[in-house]
């Protein structure tokens, strides 16, 4: 479902209101954000279906040998097909960005999100793993 702009408004106006003009912009973005997914229509998972779509992947931290391939190794072994992908190194920081097709995946999204939190912490580096559509909406906010 996609939600619109004036919705976005309204929603960002309630939480103003609720909070007062002193939140600040990152709390009220992650009000907005957990308010947008309410609209979002969740896909209806049975035991034995599977989620479809796509997901952006954001991960950042210290570099070292073998981020790229812990993570991506985890998807294949999802069955998740990574369709686009960009990192950087800046000095000693890492930044990567992937969209990530998840609809063949055996897992949900909730396993693949835990998945990644595991690893993430055998990293020391943050992993976010975002439905496509909140991604999208969050960022017209």
Do not use: W
């Amino acid at each position: 479902m996609n939600i619109s702009e004036q919705k976005i408004r309204e929603i960002t106006i309630e939480v103003l209101k609720e909070f007062g003009n002193n939140i600040s912009p990152e709390k009220l973005r992650e009000e907005v954000y957990k308010r947008i997914e309410t609209y979002i229509e969740k896909p209806t998972v049975t035991q034995n279906s599977m989620d479809s779509g796509r997901v952006i992947v954001t991960s950042y931290g210290i570099n070292r040998p073998g981020v790229v391939s812990k993570i991506s190794t985890i998807l294949a072994e999802a069955n998740c097909d990574i369709q686009d992908i960009t990192q950087k190194i800046l000095q000693e920081f890492f930044t990567m960005i992937m969209i990530v097709d998840i609809s063949n995946s055996p897992l949900s999204f909730k396993e693949l999100h835990d998945k990644l939190a595991k690893v993430a912490e055998e990293l020391n580096i943050k992993i976010m793993i975002q439905h496509e559509d909140v991604f999208r909406s969050m960022h017209r906010i």
